[in-house]
């Protein structure tokens, strides 16, 4: 059974750090793409970052590029996401998913399995 498991989420003043983790199970991530998503309050849900399976190539959409950095450790079975240089705009609940492949892709009806969130908040 798949499942994706986040944590880290929490309040940080801007400009501050946080690391996010997505904790992944019934599953090898060399096999999939991992993507983070978020979704701010009557927002839709977009795309942040995203890793391919077996290349592990990185991708990200213009507004975190150069703050945020993804990366896994497959010993763990756990994909990251580094944020730093936070901003208030950043905040939304943060999830993780997952699709088979090697395609990189924002698309979230592309994802078939995703975790349950984790809140960030970046106030002062």
């Known amino acids: 059974q798949v499942q994706l498991v986040e944590s880290g989420g929490g309040l940080v003043q801007p400009g501050g750090s946080l690391r996010l983790s997505c904790a992944a199970a019934?599953?090898?991530?060399?096999?999939?793409?991992i993507g983070w998503f978020r979704q701010a309050p009557g927002k839709e849900r977009e795309g942040v970052s995203c890793?391919?399976?077996?290349?592990?190539?990185?991708y990200y959409v213009d507004s975190v590029q150069g703050r945020f950095t993804i990366s896994r450790d497959n010993a763990k079975n756990t994909v990251y996401l580094q944020m730093n240089s936070l901003k208030p705009e950043d905040t939304a609940v943060y999830y993780c998913?997952?699709?088979?492949?090697?395609?990189?892709?924002?698309?979230?009806?592309?994802?078939?399995?995703w975790g349950q969130g984790t809140q960030v908040t970046v106030s002062s």
């Open positions: 019934g599953f090898t991530l060399d096999y999939y793409t």
């Open positions: 998913a997952a699709r088979t492949g090697d395609i990189a892709t924002f698309t979230s009806t592309l994802y078939k399995h």
């Open positions: 890793m391919t399976g077996r290349a592990g190539r990185q």
